[in-house]
């Protein structure tokens, strides 16, 4: 199958209306039985009856509002006749079913979930978010707490410090922190077609981007002397 053939089973993400951050890239890589994930700690070594691949969708951000580089997953379970079978996604470094028990939230080839305001974090159910103790803070005074973050099996293209994570932090803060309203709107990623590419293309990609990041963040804050140097 081609990139648009699997982008048609691309999920539909519904976004905060104060969300100040939308994905800028999708990698997509198909696994089978056994495969492990190029880029979330996971491996499929059981795969139900009847499934015949997992589409993975690496969505990718430059930023969290808590840190420059973010990447959240949602994996689609085909089966032998091209539908979709299970679901999951992404939540803070774990994974949850993306698919409802009663499946209503999935349309044809299209599974509906929710993104945590600011931090991206998946669910079927917008209702856990507010669950969440950080679900406010996270995106006010915690804006940019983070800094420069990024996996173990990223390979920097620069040299990052805690210089680097303080001007995420102080950009953060200046620029993208809000107040969430727990409203939600869709966004419909299956018709953004040029965000979809092969994993290693993202995968090769991310650094420049990073770097990229860096360098407007420099820019913007350059008149800003007396914070940086605190």
Same mark, same amino acid.
């Given at each position: 199958?081609?990139?648009?053939?699997?982008?048609?089973?691309?999920?539909?993400?519904?976004?905060?209306?104060?969300?100040?951050?939308?994905?800028?890239?999708?990698?997509?890589?198909?696994?089978?039985?056994?495969?492990?994930?190029? !880029?979330?700690?996971?491996?499929?070594?059981?795969?139900?009856?009847?499934?015949?691949?997992?589409?993975?969708?690496?969505?990718?951000?430059? @930023?969290?509002?808590?840190?420059?580089?973010?990447?959240?997953?949602?994996?689609?379970?085909?089966?032998?006749?091209?539908?979709?079978?299970?679901?999951?996604?992404?939540?803070?470094? +774990?994974?949850?079913?993306?698919?409802?028990?009663?499946?209503?939230?999935?349309?044809?080839?299209?599974?509906?979930?929710? !993104?945590?305001?600011?931090?991206?974090?998946?669910?079927?159910?917008?209702?856990?978010?507010?669950?969440?103790?950080?679900?406010?803070?996270?995106?006010?005074?915690?804006?940019?707490?983070?800094?420069?973050?990024?996996?173990?099996?990223?390979?920097?293209?620069?040299?990052?410090?805690? +210089?680097?994570?303080?001007?995420?932090?102080?950009?953060?803060?200046?620029?993208?922190?809000?107040?969430?309203?727990?409203?939600?709107?869709?966004?419909?990623?299956?018709?953004?077609?040029?965000?979809?590419?092969?994993? +290693?293309?993202? @995968?090769?990609?991310?650094?420049?981007?990073?770097?990229?990041?860096?360098?407007?963040?420099?820019?913007?804050?350059?008149?800003?002397?007396?914070?940086?140097?605190?």
């Amino acid at each position: 199958m081609d990139i648009r053939q699997l982008a048609a089973y691309a999920p539909r993400l519904y976004f905060d209306k104060q969300e100040p951050f939308y994905p800028v890239r999708v990698g997509v890589s198909v696994l089978h039985r056994g495969e492990k994930s190029p !880029s979330f700690p996971r491996r499929f070594e059981q795969l139900a009856d009847g499934i015949d691949y997992v589409i993975e969708f690496a969505i990718y951000w430059d @930023y969290d509002i808590q840190h420059l580089y973010e990447l959240e997953h949602v994996w689609v379970y085909v089966d032998r006749n091209g539908e979709i079978a299970d679901a999951e996604a992404s939540f803070h470094g +774990k994974y949850l079913k993306a698919l409802l028990p009663d499946r209503s939230n999935l349309a044809g080839k299209t599974v509906s979930v929710y !993104s945590q305001p600011g931090k991206h974090a998946f669910s079927p159910l917008p209702v856990l978010f507010e669950l969440l103790p950080s679900a406010r803070t996270a995106t006010e005074e915690g804006a940019g707490w983070d800094g420069l973050t990024l996996p173990d099996w990223y390979t920097a293209k620069g040299n990052y410090d805690d +210089k680097t994570s303080k001007l995420v932090r102080i950009y953060q803060q200046s620029y993208h922190r809000f107040t969430p309203s727990f409203e939600f709107v869709p966004y419909e990623l299956a018709e953004q077609e040029n965000l979809f590419v092969p994993w +290693k293309s993202l @995968y090769e990609e991310i650094p420049d981007r990073i770097e990229a990041e860096l360098a407007t963040i420099r820019h913007t804050l350059a008149g800003l002397k007396e914070p940086l140097e605190g």
